[in-house]
């Protein structure tokens, strides 16, 4: 083998070597209970809101989940709705289990969310419901990651 030809092979290997990706953490395909049914007759009533997340740790370390905080948007509603079209519900700090993912592991997150809902007496109106995005944001040992959930949750009410 030529020297320039050693030397041509030698920098494609170090090409190839320093274009693989780096090992880190992702999360993907979260999703979130589809629908919660508000009882008649509720007035600001408390329901935990369940979603999953798909926790990806590529890292050599295991990586723990320092806090969490979740995001409801409204994005569409049928009947009279109390909130308007693009109301935020901020859900403040959620929690998470497991709190952390081994090095070089797939973990399912469970996340609860605190919700509440209002609801008139069954037969006193006509239904209504109102459909959110949600999002999960995670801080971690690795960073700071946001996902939003796949599907929407729609909450039916009286």
Not at 63 to 70: E, K, L, P, R, Y
Not at 128 to 139: D, F, I
Request: hydrophobic share 45%; glycine share 6%; with cysteine.
């Amino acid at each position: 083998m030529h020297p320039r030809d050693a030397l041509a092979a030698v920098l494609v290997c170090a090409a190839v070597a320093c274009s693989s990706p780096s090992p880190t953490f992702s999360l993907a395909a979260a999703s979130v209970d589809p629908t919660y049914w508000c009882p008649g007759g509720a007035s600001d009533a408390a329901y935990d809101l369940h979603a999953t997340v798909d926790a990806r740790n590529g890292t050599s370390k295991e990586v723990t989940i320092q806090s969490a905080t979740a995001v409801m948007v409204l994005t569409s509603v049928s009947g009279a709705w109390l909130e308007k079209i693009g109301a935020r519900y901020d859900a403040g700090t959620v929690n998470v289990t497991p709190a952390s993912v081994a090095a070089s592991s797939n973990a399912k997150l469970g996340v609860t969310i605190p919700s509440a809902c209002t609801s008139a007496r069954y037969g006193a109106s006509a239904s209504s419901s109102g459909r959110y995005t949600v999002t999960v944001r995670l801080v971690t040992s690795a960073g700071t990651f946001s996902i939003a959930a796949a599907n929407p949750h729609e909450i039916l009410a009286a």
